[in-house]
DNA sequence: CCTATCCTGAACCAGTTGGTTATATAACCA
DNA sequence: TGGTTATATAACCAACTGGTTCAGGATAGG
């Protein structure tokens, strides 16, 4: 896992670590701070904080005793960036057009058979 | 790793699946033809065709010895819909402001020691 | 039938993950 | 100094991941 966008997609597969983004964007928090809505060690959340750094979605200062962990955005746009480029894909229209096919498979299976229907659906479709 | 959004960020947290996808993007494939440009076994292609699958994000289709695996871009609308709450994060306007902040910490350190520092730092700036 | 093609499943392996407990480390506070 | 608080590290564990090889199961096609 060493591209940067691996990284940041593993951070943020796991639901504790979003929980902790979600908090993070409210403001610093301090580690202890994180982990109390959590039911898990302060070791366990020590570790979620790391892989966050690692992802560099999460900086954190030094404070006295205290870690003040800070967002760090940037990381989510590029992975945001990346989604977009198929936000297409799940426009309502297009949406339309799959059901329609599918349709079209379900209604006409006697024409299909008659057709050679695997180059059909791997390569003529696979060219919409 | 219960719920679907941790599915599917688990599932795009991999360069090769992230690539599957971008092939699946242009229409459907069957699996030889995604393994294609890899350097790994087939087992490992159907391996990452399964945890897409699991994820919501490929469908797998029955024709004849092929199984023609379709783009299902729904889960990414979730992705796509989670990060956008961190959109404002990352905005040039917001980016100004941590550097103002971050500055105004090493300029001001002794009117900090003087102030309860840690207070300020982990509850008065946390409400921004 | 035989054979080639497409794909999956089983068994294995090394490395990572997410958790634990127990033990430091570091700074404040009295 | 000694005690409390905040956090990290170490060692361990079970489960998962991403890869392998080997052995199949379907299906088309001569």
């Known amino acids: ?3 940067p966008l691996s990284n940041t997609f ?3 597969a796991d639901p504790t670590r979003r929980a902790i983004l ?3 964007a409210l403001g610093v928090s301090s580690v202890t701070e994180l982990a109390r809505p959590f039911e898990i060690s302060m070791p366990a ?3 979620h904080l790391k892989v966050l750094e690692r992802a560099g ?3 954190r200062g030094r404070e006295a005793q205290w870690r003040p962990c800070r967002l760090q955005a940037a990381p989510l746009k590029d992975a945001a960036g990346w ?3 198929y936000r297409r894909f799940w426009s309502i229209h297009l949406d339309a ?3 329609h096919l599918d349709r079209m498979d379900q209604v006409n299976p006697k024409e299909a058979q008659a057709a050679p229907r695997h180059r059909r659906h791997l390569s003529k ?3 919409r």
């Open 57 to 59: 979605l999460v900086v």
């Open 22 to 24: 979600a908090r993070l």
């Open 10 to 12: 593993a951070a943020l």
């Open 83 to 85: 989604l977009e480029n």
């Open 45 to 47: 959340v020590s570790k």
């Open 97 to 99: 057009l799959e059901r």
């Open 1 to 3: 896992m060493q591209d």
């Open 125 to 127: 479709r696979g060219q």
